[in-house]
């Protein structure tokens, strides 16, 4: 590999950042070619010393995710970012993997909740209806005086109000945890560094 | 880094340079740790003529970047003085 092939790798690698940073970046490893020259190094010694471009390009990668997510927080950015900064090496990996897991499956069990308290809001209310349209027996809900509908449309409005009340916590919830996954994120990159 | 632009300017060449030779770590993954803690506001860029060749990207730290690097100087006195003591001790 010579000094063109090698930069022109960095660039392919580094697609995904806009063109301005892109050149940016770029510029500062054409210049340490030139003074890497100028100082009498060949330019493969310089490629040796400088290391892999993919390695360059995975944490690079990882801090414009990171950065990307800050000032555009959704669930898709900030997914991008973790898969980004696991991408670094093994023990990034190692540290973001279970506790990625485990917050991702308690969040998804506080949004099913949530949905199914709305859910059953409106089967309390339909049970009757449904039944007799289906032709099929009672379906107990688990509420013995619900055949009264004042007390159907009670049940209904509570559960209702607390799927509703769960999901938007579950959402502020995901929003401030987008926040410390972030700053998680930039920690294990600081912290740990390839070889 | 911060300890090396402390007393006067530098390229990216030669602060990539002097880490690499000192600590084991690929000279190609310096310059985003020097654009990180640029963009965190501890250096400013500016471009300037070198005696040979073409112009040369020069790192100055900041009022913010000096003392972040106080902090972190005075948190890595602490740790060397503890671990130290715990040494000692055991000798």
């Known amino acids: ?195 | 880094m911060l300890a090396l632009t402390q007393d006067k300017d530098r390229y990216g060449y030669e602060l990539v340079h002097n880490i690499s030779e000192q600590i084991d770590i690929s000279e190609g993954t310096v310059y985003p740790i020097l654009r990180r803690l640029t963009k965190e506001g501890y250096f400013t860029t500016y471009l300037a003529e070198s005696s040979e060749g073409p112009p040369r990207k020069y790192y100055k730290i900041t009022p913010h970047g000096k003392e972040y690097l106080q902090k972190l100087l005075k948190e890595w006195e602490r740790f060397t003085y503890a671990v130290n003591h715990l040494i000692k001790e055991e000798a």
């Open chain 1, 1 to 195: 590999m010579n000094k063109t092939e090698y930069l022109k790798e960095l660039a392919q690698l580094l697609k995904k950042i806009p063109e301005n940073e892109r050149k940016d970046i770029l510029y500062d490893y054409q210049e340490h070619f030139e003074v890497g020259t100028d100082e009498g190094k060949s330019e493969e010694d310089i490629i040796k010393d400088l290391g892999s471009p993919k390695v360059i390009a995975r944490e690079l990668l990882a801090h414009y995710h990171i950065e990307y997510a800050r000032s555009n927080t959704s669930f898709t950015t900030v997914l991008r970012a973790i898969f980004a900064t696991m991408a670094i090496g093994f023990f990034n990996l190692v540290f973001l993997l279970a506790p990625f897991l485990a917050i991702i499956g308690f969040m998804i069990a506080l949004y099913i909740t949530s949905i199914a308290l709305i859910v059953s809001a409106v089967m309390i209310l339909l049970a009757d209806p449904l039944n007799s349209f289906l032709g099929a027996e009672y379906i107990h809900l688990g509420f013995e005086g619900a055949q009264k509908w004042s007390v159907k449309i009670l049940g209904s409005v509570i559960l209702s109000g607390l799927g509703v009340l769960l999901g938007i916590g579950t959402i502020y919830l995901s929003k401030g945890l987008y926040k410390i996954t972030l700053k998680y994120l930039h920690f294990n990159l600081k912290m740990i560094k390839p070889s």
